[in-house]
């Protein structure tokens, strides 16, 4: 059975909303913050789908899958988009498979690579070029990102960083990089909590 015999548009918003819900009333009872699930507020979650339909990424790397509420999203925006690579990171594994069960209740599971690793490992690691890469992570790390997400990046690339204006002081160092590095058109976005848009123009 592929993946359109059992996919459908009115059950996943459903179950998004429905999940997104329940999730939000789990994190306000959670007085430790590291055990809140902290997904991106749905119309954040609807641009990113959007940004994918858009820009048809051959190559997409989310840095924090969490339970999966974005992930959900960018396979959303990616399921019309042939062969497309869609990896998802996470350091915790009992997330990252809370995150999987999401994706196969609705029959997005095939187009995402959900990887439990620590973000730095991984880009250290890597030596792919991605088209598309969300950032949603711990922030206190995001400055060690910087040099791996460069290489990672090429003409035509879009990073998008999210929760810049709901907690800007903890990552506005990091966002100063793109903007006054020439190779980069950057955005902030008054959606959600803030997402923040840096284009690669240049190689």
């Known amino acids: 059975m592929s993946l359109h015999d059992y996919f459908e548009r009115t059950y996943f918003l459903s179950y998004c909303q429905s999940l997104y819900n329940k999730d939000r009333a789990y994190d306000v009872e959670q007085t430790d913050r590291l055990n809140r699930h902290r997904h991106v507020e749905p119309d954040s979650a609807q641009f990113l789908a959007n940004i994918a339909m858009i820009r048809k990424p051959n190559k997409v790397l989310e840095i924090g899958t969490s339970t999966g509420f ?7 925006g990616l399921r019309h988009c042939p062969n497309v690579g869609f990896i998802s990171l ?24 959900l990887k439990v690793q620590d973000a730095s490992d991984y880009l250290s690691q890597n030596r792919e070029i991605f088209d598309f890469i969300f950032l949603d992570a711990e922030r206190k790390f995001y400055s060690d990102y910087t040099e791996y997400l460069h290489c990672a990046l090429t003409i035509g690339s879009v990073l998008i960083v999210d929760n810049v204006i709901s907690h800007s002081g903890e990552v506005n160092q990091f966002l100063a990089v793109f903007k006054n590095d020439k190779r980069y058109i950057c955005h902030t976005l008054d959606i959600g909590a803030g997402l923040f848009m840096a284009v690669r123009q240049e190689p």
Do not use: E, N, P
């Not at 974005?70 to 959303?76: C, F, H, N, Q």
């Not at 350091?91 to 690579?113: E, M, N, W």
């Open 70 to 76: 974005s992930t959900l999203w960018l396979a959303y």
């Open 90 to 113: 996470d350091i915790d594994k009992t997330r990252s498979d809370v995150a999987k069960s999401h994706l196969q209740a609705v029959g997005l599971s095939t187009l995402v690579d």
